[in-house]
């Protein structure tokens, strides 16, 4: 009979393969092999055909179509994949158990075959179930052949899947390194995972095809029609489509995976959906997280997934986490009424087919409940690993329940630009200039110079919104955070409905936003009220603190807690109702987490005396990620009711991180281990109030001193805010780091500690905070001379014989000079610098060239000190080096060196040649990393005609460039350097 099954199988080969594929491409990527030959080979993947035995005749009864049917199914295609899994493991010659482990074992074949055997029959037996009629009478099929025909059928589909193994083995190169993360994650998954989905299979809880696909495009209609609008932020209820409002946000990398996958400094928008593996989104209040979240997952419809959003706040989250397919299938039924097909859910999830996305992490009050979560997400990672996984989170508090970073990619949503900030204006405004006489462009240039002095604040989104609102009515602008919120309560409260003659106005609109207070704290204290308030909840919670406020009897207070309910229902402005709820009765909620933690913050202020007693409360919460608003507007509040209030409230918040700090310090002398980081919440919230409050210059002084320690330990990048142009302290803050840091320098020589080191290597690499993620607008030539001044003689006078690796190599970028007697001194420009401080600052010291001459924050840079490094490398002893010891020069991106190629050009003979000879290097440790060969990396590129300039330019002192093009000699001693390949 003729081999249909081969061609199949082959026709499933890409199928199967595709989410292998994009998983290992992706994890080159965020190692930072994203741009390698290496990383492309993987897109150019193929298969030779090969003749394989023809199988054993189909049993009497089951046709070529039944078997079609079964091997192209998902079931069919998991196997294929799973066989592949095992082959790959034996093909990089990796073990996950041990060397028996090696082969498909022949229980595990078993499985598979009876599974294959069950499926056939199902199949079978489905047809035999329809009115069609039928070739062969049910009881005369050959079932008792089936097992002989799955057992050849096994044979075909592991064939198959060995060699696709050891053609992606072969293509990848250097397996060894690439496939690590498909025996951390991917393989082993799907190893461990085989014999339980095999009962799967054998349970035959599958979805039936043609209903399943039926459910697909009716969900695809429910979820587009639920999420095609937004509502605009104003005082009416109006609902726009997102494209008419929606300014999309870029994106910046977080953590080191994340940096690796990005190419750029920020990721826009519309690029970002095709780096999203296993990612997590974080942003400040009023980001724009929930909403960029849904958009992206309108868009995985685009690209054949099926999108989940399960709002963490709406489920309940107990000590064990949580069942992640019951959710959805929840979700689907309640939300949307679109109750999935038996199976399909798990089906979605195991293909690789689904697009999952959990938002609001931060939002889960409880600690425990949120570390819950975040458990039960990083293992939802593991167990369905084809499966992408969209988190989103408050930056603030994030590592208090931190998501596993060996696996999921962090990306923090940028603020507005200040175009972005034009263009939302512009939108905000074109969509409620009905009842304005001024036309849209002078309204925009009037609310942009007006909001001018607050340009940090109307960076972020939701802000930005509350401002278009005020200006529009007041024609003016608040220039703090909580004096916004005030006024869009008193707009929203006491102005609106007189305005509007929107419904009868409350006698005691007083007494109303006192009543207010306390549903808001109860809400955001007790976790009963997590999902919103009942009528009868709102009288409970209002009516006895009312008498208590003077109201005279039980009747009035009623009336008050009645007034608040009819002001709100119906109008989504602060708090809204919104639908039944749990108990099947109106529910009320607030409209965003901003004012409920508003009005908390009214009844913190209102029922406590002290500051010291607010700032008791206030600090665990902050240090735990929540309260941040709720805290600011505490202290703005007494800012203006309390003498010194607000300076109590911040200097004992300050006061208590110095003390978990001088705890964590007496932890590392006597060897206990420190728990988590309340004390970088705590420093980092004081940092944010800094931007827009008055703070006590002795507070602000230890504040940046605690800052510096965070940021020298790699704990926070807090302090690289302090230097946007647009902070209020920006002077005072270049003036105490100038100040600390030169101390640094100045100690290098006789003091040389731990602490010490890692401030120095701060001060000597201070431009590189131009690159760090909380740096939106800051001055180049103002770090660059702050730099200046930091640096001084004495790192440069440290002996010979005191010197560390990392102690070197800030004398190098301060300015000191190479060693050129020393053989070894050129080697150790590629290898690595010993950076105390993870991510900050360059890996080696040609890394840190190469920043100089590329980076695009170059202008704070000391590119004069890298060119005067440059013309005192040796132009000798430059053949058969060993190579470097760590530093990954070899992941030096191609796109940075031919950029400082066109700068050097232009610099005299001597720079110029020691950068062609840098170049030289890094071009070979390439060429060792992705195993090419010389003219094959170079062909006829930018850097093969930089290379031919440098040879025309015919400089005495270059080594013969001629013969180094050629691969005749060179400057590293390795096998694969030059021509080979």
Known sequence: MPGFEEAIVGRLLSQAVKPVLYGVRHALARRGYGRTDEFTALGRLTLDPSTLSILAQ???????????????????????????????????????????????????????????????????????????????????????????????????????????????????RTPGRALDWAFTTLMRSQLEGIEHYLEVISRNTVPAEED??????????????????????????????HEELFVRSAFQAWNASARNLASADHVEFGDFFNLINKTVILGDPGAGKSTTSTLLARKSFSFGLIPFIVRLRNIDVTLDGFAVETVIEEVLRNRYQMGAPAGAVRRLLSDGKAFLVFDGLDELIDSTAREAAAQTIDAVADLFPFTRVLVTSRRVGYSIARLNQDVFDEFVISSFSQDQVREYARRWFSLTHESDPMPTSANVSKFLELSRPIADLRTNPLMLAFICILFQEHGTIPHRRAEIFRQCVDLFLYRWDGKRRFGARPRNLDLVE???SYVAYAVLTDRDYHEGVTERDVFDLVVDPLLEEGVPDRRGAFAVAQELLELCRGRA??????????????????THASFMEYFAALYVDRTMDTPEEIAHLVAPEISAGRWEILAQVCISLRLRGKKFGAARIMEQILARAESIVDRRRRSIIHSVPSSNDEDVSLVEFLLRVSETMPMASAVLRRLMDISVDHFALG??????????????????????????LSLS??????????????????????GYMAGQPLVHHVDFDRLCGARAKMMGDSVLKTSADRRSILTKSIRLHAGGDLLVNDP?????????????????????????????????????????????????IPRSNLIDNDLPIGGEAQQISRQAVEKACGLVVAYDDAAFAGWTLVAMAIHELWEIDEISSRDYLLQNGKLFQFFRYAEERKMGNLIDLSRWLEGIWNIWKHPAVGMGG
Do not use: M
Not at 72 to 85: C, D, H, K, W
Not at 720 to 737: I, P, R, S
């Open 745 to 766: 320098i100045a100690d290098l020589v006789n003091n040389p500690g731990v602490a010490v080191l890692a401030r120095a290597w701060i001060a000597t690499h201070f």
């Open 514 to 516: 006192v009543a207010l």
């Open 573 to 590: 402005w602060i708090f809204a109702n919104v639908d039944d709820g749990p108990r099947q009765e109106e529910t009320f909620s607030f």
């Open 715 to 740: 704990r926070s990048n807090g302090l690289a805010a302090l230097l946007n142009t647009d902070y209020q302290y920006v002077d005072a803050a270049y003036e105490k780091l100038i100040e600390t």
């Open 824 to 872: 070894k001194s050129f080697v150790e420009l590629f290898e690595g610098c010993h950076s105390p401080i993870p991510g900050f600052g360059p890996r080696s010291t040609v890394e840190w060239i190469v920043d100089c001459l590329s980076a695009p924050f170059r202008a704070s840079l000391p590119t004069a000190t890298a060119a005067r490094l440059l013309r005192q």
């Open 212 to 241: 399943f696909r039926e459910w697909k495009r009716n969900y695809r209609k429910v979820f587009d029609s639920r999420h095609s609008t937004i509502q605009l932020p104003q005082l009416e209820r109006r609902l726009v489509s």
């Open 58 to 172: 189909i049993p009497i009864g089951i046709t070529q179509r039944d078997v079609k049917a079964v091997l192209e199914s998902p079931n069919g295609v998991e196997i294929l994949r799973r066989i592949i899994a095992l082959h790959l493991e034996a093909s990089s010659g990796r073990r996950i158990g041990g060397a028996e482990e090696a082969t498909i074992k022949p229980d595990i074949a078993a499985k598979v075959q009876s599974a294959l055997v069950s499926l056939i029959r199902n199949q079978v037996l489905a047809r035999y179930d329809t009115d069609q009629p039928q070739a062969v009478k049910l009881h005369e099929i050959r079932f008792d052949l089936l097992d002989t025909y799955a057992a050849d059928l096994i044979g075909l589909l592991i064939e198959r899947g060995k060699s696709w193994a050891e053609a992606l083995v072969r293509s990848l």
